[in-house]
């Protein structure tokens, strides 16, 4: 059960309500009516528990499960341990989610103003904000209702932010412009000048970075994220698209809807996605590139040509998947047979 | 137009002005008395704006452009469309840079130590320096001239700090040494322990870490960067060495001037590079090596031995260029046949 | 000698003292009642300094040195400059960070909570603690004896942190307990949210994250690094690791005891390793993977498969070091015959 110094549980709640509320579909002999008291992993659940079966790395510690029920395929349902109600579903981890909420609901402090909040005069805080201690909010800014700003958040001149967005501590926004719903982790960096230079011997020259960040709405931005303002187009992130820590998002970057930027990733200026793009952890985008609607680029691929949509890359320079497996094993062959000489 | 939220626009400025605050010629037709209002992307500019052609894969975005003028290579001035008045340079991004500064001046906030500033009584702050809310200055500190420090930007005791220095919210600056006119975005944290440990199976020992930082004019240093003080002798950014976001510079690396080191790059500890460095994104140097004057890392190459002076490398583990393509092609037919078969 | 501004230098301290505190056996010759003034590199250290040689890199600094002293292994005494006292250990690192302690301890800022720091009525500070300003300490939050809160620092609800433990500025601690004797580098983020989505077309939805991280004694965490918590599981860092600047490690992450992790370096989700795994810098694991005891991942690798213990890889998609080195030369002889046709 999770940490009760940390998160908070309510319930218990039936397995039927349960059921109804992840849209999944009961296993054979599962009783509506059966109480639980929370979530767990499959090695560590209890009879109360419910769990979920999603990566099949864990089949071993589902048939081994004491959890009471479980989330799963009804593909996989015939590995679960005797006794084990089913709940069953094509999207375990979905419906997971969806239980996992009802037992631990987000805990929404309290709203407010901090008196050690500094709020311009000119800046508009919507109802129900909570305005952290330290957190400066600079001229003409707005923040839309129910939004959330850390302690020591620093959010400068013109910045728009939408409805229900969380700020956690540390962040420095400039010259973008936020959605609803977005999530932003502490000490995401965005909207500061690009990296944009012309080049010389006799000096390198800063050249104007003159756009901004326009946010979309339900984008999350990761901690020590860094996005750069654009530098005469914006940089800009489509709605729904995730973004993890510590990616660095270059001046005049454009991502579609939907996009997944895992840890570490680097996009260079002016390179542009389109929705639901994966780009793996450490993968890096040269600049001025277009990639494809539904394309993914592996971990740590270096990608340096376009991309067509719904096309699968890996490896640095990247190729299409099937054409780097090919060289992968004629490399490896030839070396075998080297060592074997 | 840029945003009005977030830059000031002056003007209108005459083209012949503009031509020679830029120093380009103006191409043949061209009035030197047609006044423009400011400067815009190719694919977005209007007839009172001013565009450029650098990276040639914008070529077709210059034929379509409404731009009324545009700085480009006298080489590229025959791709333009009918009408659009040309300013001839072979530093195209350069002379656009000036002419956007003209139109946007970067804004100078006001001068002044903010009442929640906290400045040790020992240290010194120049004239018209700017201290935001929350900055600690440390004891002995010096700030030079014209100097702003952001909101909640700590300095260390003995820390100096040049003439005309940015330092952006957020940052922690230790035992380091800054030049004038450098700019240190949010986040960067600059002279902390380098990575200095006796490895041993009894549990790894601390080296105590003596030296500092030094930073020398002109340099640019991107948000959340890090910069680890040397062990013994200095970590050293020469003057003009422009580093990007996320890049982490180990203790006792040197760069001399005019380096270039984009997002992510990892340099380590005690590895020295000459004058006019290219490091591309994501690339990674090991440590002890020497790295000549004009040598260029393509992204995410991985360097594992000294690069002579104006040698490019690319590759994990990094090649000469040409060396790496011919390695690059014979596998890529290798693996063709393969598939052929 | 270190930077007077920055370092406090006690001594001087007699040959034959330093040669017991470090542990080493002093050369023929050597004088045990020399008197000492303090440690410099090699290639500057004067007559009266101890220098070291462990890196044989610098044999030549070495044989060049003017240090009147210098610990190395009795294996490379033949190398010294005449006159030369030599501290012979196998270990010169180690001995040479006992000396340098000596000459060179580590500063104790003066304990004390400063007024404009924040601490919850609930929260519980131990003697002798040092909170500066502007940290926030949360409700419920136990902070044990000695321990140093930086500036601006922010502990959320609930954590526990240990006795001795050194946390820089701006750093953020949301669910997790810290052991004793931690050191927390300027701007590390620990504890926010993994990143844990069911992706789907219709939206990505947030998996709620209700683990912890839970980090061992004697830990060390770079600047700027990331550390998400657990999603059901924690993520546990085991006691005697060392992590370096701009890390990221995932939700539900294991490390055992005495593990290595420099810079930029990225563990996925869930992947375990054991004790005294060296990760090299800008390194990745996938997720769920398994990492022997001992085993050593080469700077840059991409781990996509599970490492028996005590193995070394190295390459994206890692090999075994001895594989990888060999389709490299077949690769390169391939390439040079191409290239002498």
Redesign the interface.
Same mark, same amino acid.
Do not use: C, W
């Given at each position: 059960m999770?940490?009760s110094?940390?998160?908070a549980t309510v319930g218990p709640f039936s397995l039927g309500d349960l059921a109804a509320l992840s849209d999944t579909a009961l296993g054979d002999g599962a009783s509506p009516e059966r109480l639980f008291a929370g979530?767990?992993?499959l090695d560590?659940a209890e009879l109360d528990h419910i769990s979920f079966l999603d990566?099949l *790395?864990y089949r071993a510690e589902f048939r081994d499960s004491r959890a009471g029920a479980c989330v799963v395929r009804p593909a996989h349902a015939a590995g679960a341990p005797e006794g084990m109600a089913l709940m069953l579903t094509e999207?375990p981890?979905?419906a997971?989610?969806?239980i996992?909420?009802a037992f /631990?609901p987000?805990p929404r402090p309290p709203a407010g103003i901090d008196a050690?909040a500094?709020i311009d005069p000119s800046a508009s805080v919507g109802a129900d904000c909570r305005i952290e201690?330290?957190a400066?909010v600079g001229a003409?800014v707005t923040v839309g209702a129910r939004s959330h700003i850390?302690?020591?958040t620093?959010i400068g001149?013109?910045v728009t932010i939408g409805e229900d967005v969380h700020v956690?501590?540390?962040c420095?926004l400039q010259?973008c412009l936020i959605g609803d719903r977005v999530?932003i982790?502490?000490?995401a960096?965005i909207g500061?000048?690009g990296?944009g230079?012309?080049?010389?011997?006799a000096?390198?020259? *800063?050249?104007?970075q003159?756009?901004?960040v326009i946010v979309g709405d339900?984008v999350?931005i990761?901690?020590?994220a860094?996005i750069?303002r654009g530098a005469?187009?914006d940089t800009v992130i489509g709605s729904?698209t *995730?973004i993890?820590?510590?990616v660095?998002i270059?001046h005049n970057v454009q991502l579609g809807r939907?996009c997944?930027v895992?840890?570490?990733t680097?996009l260079?200026g002016s390179t542009k996605a389109g929705d639901?793009v994966l780009f793996g952890?450490?993968s890096?985008m040269?600049g /001025?590139l277009s990639i494809g609607d539904g394309a993914r680029v592996a971990?740590?691929s270096?990608v340096?040509r376009d991309i067509p949509a719904g096309q699968t890359v890996i490896?640095?320079?990247a190729l299409p998947v099937k054409?780097f497996w090919?060289?992968?094993?004629?490399?490896?062959r030839?070396?075998k047979k *080297?060592?074997d000489q």
């Open positions: 999770p940490d110094r940390f998160f979530v767990a992993p560590r990566n *790395k999207d981890y979905r997971f989610a969806a996992a909420v /631990h987000a050690l500094r201690p330290g400066i003409r850390g302690a020591y620093v001149d013109g956690g501590s540390h420095t010259y999530t982790h502490p000490g960096r500061q000048d990296f230079f012309a080049l010389g011997p000096g390198h020259l *800063k050249v104007p003159l756009g901004r339900d999350e990761g901690a020590n860094t750069d005469g187009p729904g *995730k993890d820590n510590l660095q270059g939907g997944v895992v840890a570490q680097g260079s639901m952890g450490q890096g040269a /001025h971990a740590q270096g340096f490896g640095s320079p054409e090919r060289q992968i094993a004629v490399l490896s030839l070396a *080297k060592g």
